[in-house]
């Protein structure tokens, strides 16, 4: 971790905290409800149908190819909070560990 | 909430584009003299909780259920111009890196999500702390109906989108009972993640140093 964010230290970990205990809510719960939202019940009723476009992300769905859900789900989550972090660190013009 | 490739007719694509298109030009300015520095990396950080946040779906046994979307905690803790940009850049990660939305739909997922959600939680709230006055229960009732409201609205605005189509016209009358019911419903838990965050990050002095407007 680089020094600019060490004055963050505390959303810091509570991020990590809350993605070590993701795969509970947003794999092992949801497929255990059979998570689906609002709006997949109002397609349902529509009839509405996804495009089903060549794939673009390389973590579809927060997945990592090759791997178990649970463990892509926080790599994936990784993968989302450093490139934000990232942004923000390019933004601040401190970006270099200073 | 967030909308997938094949749900938007081609004149909802057009113009929930325009809008984000337009609303990015508008706050343009006004957010790069205010995201630089210490600031965007509060800002950034923020952000990645709400991303986070957006990954612990709430299951719901036997019913449709959600996850925190986190619009309206963006607009009251950060103002309306930077809390859409916060919800700009989780969007666009999210759909560029995770395909969690569409292409063709992101100017709709913004507009809902990053526009709507965002204002009417930050209004709501600046309304009931205005009438009230600035006590911690007049932010916690504020930052609840915001969180509520911003939800209620984002799927009402979802529930035309999809609904409203010159090849569907009728859609409309079956999407919009389903988002603003199951919404009004499901948005009062992140009416009382809002309020909860909001009495937290209150509670440490203020959003002084993270830059916010509380």
Known sequence: MTGVLSKYKRPLVLIVVLLAFSPVFGVILAER??????????????????????????????????????VGYVLSGLVGVALIIALGLALSGKGRGG | MHIPDGFLDP????????VTLGYLALTWRRASELIKGDRAITVSI?????????????????GTSLHFVGGALAGIVFGPVVGFYVMFIVLAVQTLVFHDGG?????ANVLNMAII???????AYRLVVGIAGNSRRSRLLG??????????????????????????????????????????????IE????????????????LAAWGGRL
């Not at chain 2, 292409?103 to 100017?107: A, H």
């Not at chain 2, 959600?117 to 209004?123: C, F, I, K, R, W």
């Not at chain 2, 309020?195 to 509670?203: H, K, Q, S, W």
């Open chain 2, 191 to 206: 009416g009382l993640a809002t309020a909860f965050i909001v009495d937290y990050l209150y509670g440490k002095g203020g």
């Open chain 2, 117 to 123: 959600d965002v204002l009417a939680g930050y209004y």
């Open chain 2, 46 to 62: 923020f952000a990645a909780g709400i991303f986070v946040a957006q990954m612990l779906n709430w299951p719901l046994p036997g």
């Open chain 2, 143 to 188: 930052s609840f109906l915001g969180g509520w409201l911003g939800i209620v609205l984002a799927g009402l605005a979802a529930g035309v989108e999809i609904g409203l189509s010159p090849s569907f016209p009728y859609g409309v009358t079956v999407s919009v009972p389903v988002m603003v019911s199951w919404h009004a419903l499901l948005g009062i």
């Open chain 2, 103 to 107: 292409l063709t739909t992101f100017g």
């Open chain 2, 11 to 18: 004149t909802w694509i057009i113009a929930t584009y325009a």
């Open chain 1, 33 to 70: 409800v059979g998570y689906h939202e609002p709006l997949d019940v109002a397609a349902e009723k529509l009839g509405l149908r996804e495009w089903d476009l060549p794939e673009w992300s390389p973590f579809p769905d927060y997945t990592v190819p090759g791997l178990p859900d649970t």
